[in-house]
């Protein structure tokens, strides 16, 4: 397989239909979070994910912010995917689009591979001022960081592909200007320096929100 990583899209498609790859089933892409399949749970994501379902390419898809989580879409199971030898959430009528599970362990052409999705969405209190949408589960509970520390220390991989970044890594350069960064919840990219800590081998191979092919 081919897998080409890509950071957010937020419903827009176009950049896959000048995508140069085959498109015979044996390319596949991931996006690092915030794909805007899930955005609405509504009719509006189908326009969406018919683009994906019908671009050729299989999608692996990493959970953002400013998104569902998958367990809360409508007609998705969980299924076995034999390619990345894990469980995915899928929707049977777009089989093209897999959902990774947070702290799931997957093989990408044998490259382990640990998924950690979700974030705080630094425009929170904008959107909810404005009436747009925010999804209130967007980070990871307490619980289930404590269950994804504990069943991923010690353990090394090839590459971790998440949503943010370990808090070292923050790019401040990008921050959004009219932001007081003193309201927003750095949370999770603090636990990400955890998890950075106890996986060895990954601390140089988190994956950033850059277009880049994987294999």
């Known amino acids: 397989m081919k ?7 937020h419903g827009d498609m176009r950049r896959f239909k000048n995508y140069p790859y085959e498109r015979d089933g ?15 749970l509504s009719p509006r994501d189908r326009k969406a994910k018919h683009a994906l379902q019908d671009s050729g390419y299989i999608y692996y898809l990493v959970r953002g912010n400013h998104e569902a989580r998958p367990e809360e879409v ?5 299924t ?4 990345v030898k894990n469980e995915v959430y899928c929707d049977p009528e777009f089989p093209a689009i897999r959902y990774l599970k947070d702290g799931g362990i997957y093989y990408f052409n044998d490259h382990k591979t640990l998924v950690i999705g979700g974030a705080y969405s630094v425009d929170k209190w904008y959107r909810l001022a404005n009436g747009w949408i925010w999804h209130k589960n967007e980070q990871l509970t307490d619980e289930e960081k404590e269950k994804i520390y504990e069943e991923v220390k010690g353990q090394d991989f090839d590459f971790v592909f998440t949503h943010t970044c370990p808090y070292s890594w ?6 959004i200007s009219g932001i007081n960064q003193d309201t927003v919840d750095n949370s999770t990219e603090l636990w990400l320096e955890d998890i950075k800590e106890a996986t060895s081998r990954s601390e140089e191979r988190f994956t950033r929100n850059a277009e880049t092919d994987l294999v």
């Open 3 to 9: 897998y080409i990583v890509t950071g957010d899209t």
């Open 26 to 40: 044996n390319t596949a892409v991931i996006i690092l979070g915030d794909a805007g399949v899930n955005y609405y």
């Open 74 to 78: 409508a007609g998705i199971e969980l």
């Open 80 to 83: 076995n995917d034999l390619l």
């Open 170 to 175: 923050i790019p401040t350069d990008l921050f």
